[in-house]
């Protein structure tokens, strides 16, 4: 049974004493999920105290974001290293606004997986298509391209350990969802995208939904086959919110 995952993109949200109230809240609550991994991926301002919250837990801790470099005169950057040595464990690459605000490209994105890889993180990577590229009856094309520029280049080995996330552009803070059937359709073209390189390798990875994803959509959308969790923005700065999400399964 491939694993479930609920992760928490906090963005750029909470001061660091907002934060460290945010994730106890989930410690709190997490015994009331089961058969589901939690994460939580807050600003890199938080990620040392909102470590030392989660140590004696079962949630683990991610970083929303990576340098493509080991070290360096990089002014501003934070590594992989640097990430996994406060105790880290997942990082979020891809995401939609890297890619649009900061012109992260495919280039970019296979340098930050290497790192990741070099660090022992885990990458939660992020695909999806704009609302013009799905008008325009392209999102196969542009998520499959997606794929092929970067997690389909790796070793076995290597994708092995990675975590997929769809998300719809278009669905991303517009309070808009894909319908369960849309979120079902894309991911199971993910997989089998992913299945053309590594066989069946691709049935056991994870591919989160990412795009407005709530406690009252979460149910139906997670019903899915190859919808394996969430990667949940707004909703997760609300821990009673975050944790109904997880149980949704």
Known sequence: MRKKIVAGNWKMNTLVFEGESLAAQ??????????????????FTHLSSVAAGLKTSSVALSAQN?????SGAYTGEVSAAMLAS???QYCILGHSER?????ETDETLNKKLA???KNNLIPIFCV???LDERESNRHFEVVKAQLENTLCKLSESDYEKVVVAYEPVWAIGTGKTASPEQAQEMHAFIRKTLAAKFGDKAEATPILYGGSCKPSNAKDIFSKNDVDGGLIGG???VADDFIAIAKSF
């Open 99 to 103: 890619r649009e605000y900061y012109g």
């Open 235 to 237: 909703a997760s700065l």
């Open 66 to 70: 990576c340098a493509t470099e080991d």
């Open 26 to 43: 989930v410690v709190a609550k997490s015994n009331e999920v089961s058969g589901v991994s939690l994460v939580l991926a807050p600003p």
């Open 128 to 130: 999806g298509e704009k």
């Open 115 to 117: 790192v990741c890889f």
């Open 86 to 88: 406060v105790g880290v």
